[in-house]
């Protein structure tokens, strides 16, 4: 665990603005390598990931915070401060969700096209992220016996624990590694991000019966040791209701985008002078 990596002077440049300046910079590299695949012009997809890292971190940390109202509202001087990392990667799946919509109706471009682009992206970018959060000491795991070589003693933490963000940055690249592997096979569009809510559902779901959170998420009602309902005998938290509905979702795109018949008058199809290039208007 390294929250601050090194000073600038008086300034310290902490382990999480770096991770998620990796994560935003490895999520780049691979929409952009895959730009041309899909029929977009690698400056106008790197423009909108721009815009979607800033949106992103925005939504990440307003529904970190509507989680909690009451909390938050006694403890204002905390709403503006991300040394907690109160980010959720949900609150940037939303909004940057919404923001890619806007963006495909703007250009005049495929929504399904434009998902399975960037959704391999989103997936490397969540492994370096959430290295990050390790290195920050937040999102921790459950207590771990000595005997196991890898458990972590996080600052601040009484005992051994997980250390769950490296689980979950392992199984989304094992994750991202299925989606490349799958994309390959042939798709339709659309079905490449069903396949990331599938996976990336998953993932989270698994996560969390590891994951144990920080001391102020225990507090604030927020931590995965608090569960929201029951399943038989089995405790579900709120992210894994929501990890569970992205799975139903993922499912219910994937087959609603393989029945889709693709065609060249589709109104969702890239025009003429949109950022498609031109061999993919034909296609």
């Given at each position: 665990?390294?929250?601050?990596?090194?000073?600038?002077?008086?300034?310290?440049?902490?382990?999480?603005?770096?991770?998620?300046?990796?994560?935003?910079?490895?999520?780049?590299?691979?929409?952009?390598?895959?730009?041309?695949?899909?029929?977009?012009?690698?400056?106008?997809?790197?423009?909108?990931?721009?815009?979607?890292?800033?949106?992103?971190?925005?939504?990440?940390?307003?529904?970190?915070?509507?989680?909690?109202?009451?909390?938050?509202?006694?403890?204002?001087?905390?709403?503006?401060?991300?040394?907690?990392?109160?980010?959720?990667?949900?609150?940037?799946?939303?909004?940057?969700?919404?923001?890619?919509?806007y963006w495909a109706k703007k250009h005049h471009?495929r929504l399904g096209n434009l998902c399975d682009?960037?959704?391999?992206?989103?997936?490397?970018?969540?492994?370096?992220?959430?290295?990050?959060?390790?290195?920050?000491?937040?999102?921790?795991?459950?207590?771990?016996?000595?005997?196991?070589?890898?458990?972590?003693?996080?600052?601040?933490?009484?005992?051994?624990?997980?250390?769950?963000?490296?689980?979950?940055?392992?199984?989304n690249l094992v994750g991202l590694g299925l989606?490349?592997?799958?994309?390959?096979?042939?798709?339709?569009?659309?079905?490449?991000?069903?396949?990331?809510?599938?996976?990336?559902?998953?993932?989270?779901?698994?996560?969390?019966?590891?994951?144990?959170?920080?001391?102020?998420?225990?507090?604030?009602?927020?931590?995965?040791?608090?569960?929201?309902?029951?399943?038989?005998?089995?405790?579900?938290?709120?992210?894994?209701?929501?990890?569970?509905?992205?799975?139903?979702?993922?499912?219910?795109?994937?087959?609603?985008?393989?029945?889709?018949?693709?065609?060249?008058?589709?109104?969702?199809?890239?025009?003429?002078?949109?950022?498609?290039?031109?061999?993919?208007?034909?296609?």
């Amino acid at each position: 665990m390294l929250p601050i990596l090194f000073h600038i002077g008086k300034f310290p440049v902490r382990s999480y603005g770096i991770s998620i300046l990796v994560a935003f910079l490895s999520g780049l590299w691979l929409v952009r390598k895959r730009a041309e695949k899909f029929g977009f012009d690698k400056q106008k997809v790197t423009d909108l990931c721009f815009y979607l890292l800033i949106i992103g971190i925005l939504g990440a940390r307003i529904l970190f915070l509507v989680q909690d109202i009451p909390y938050y509202s006694k403890h204002l001087n905390e709403v503006f401060s991300l040394t907690f990392a109160g980010l959720t990667s949900f609150g940037a799946l939303i909004t940057g969700g919404a923001y890619v919509i806007y963006w495909a109706k703007k250009h005049h471009a495929r929504l399904g096209n434009l998902c399975d682009l960037l959704a391999p992206g989103f997936m490397l970018a969540h492994v370096f992220g959430r290295i990050g959060c390790f290195l920050n000491g937040c999102c921790y795991g459950g207590v771990c016996d000595a005997s196991v070589p890898w458990a972590t003693h996080f600052e601040g933490v009484v005992g051994l624990h997980h250390p769950a963000q490296l689980y979950d940055s392992l199984m989304n690249l094992v994750g991202l590694g299925l989606l490349l592997l799958y994309e390959r096979k042939g798709f339709r569009p659309g079905q490449v991000t069903g396949m990331f809510l599938i996976l990336h559902g998953l993932t989270r779901f698994i996560y969390e019966f590891w994951r144990a959170g920080t001391d102020q998420e225990v507090q604030t009602g927020l931590a995965s040791s608090t569960y929201w309902t029951k399943i038989g005998s089995l405790q579900i938290t709120q992210a894994q209701g929501v990890a569970l509905a992205m799975i139903v979702g993922g499912v219910v795109l994937w087959f609603l985008a393989g029945r889709r018949q693709v065609s060249p008058q589709d109104p969702t199809e890239l025009e003429p002078k949109s950022d498609v290039a031109p061999e993919m208007q034909a296609a």
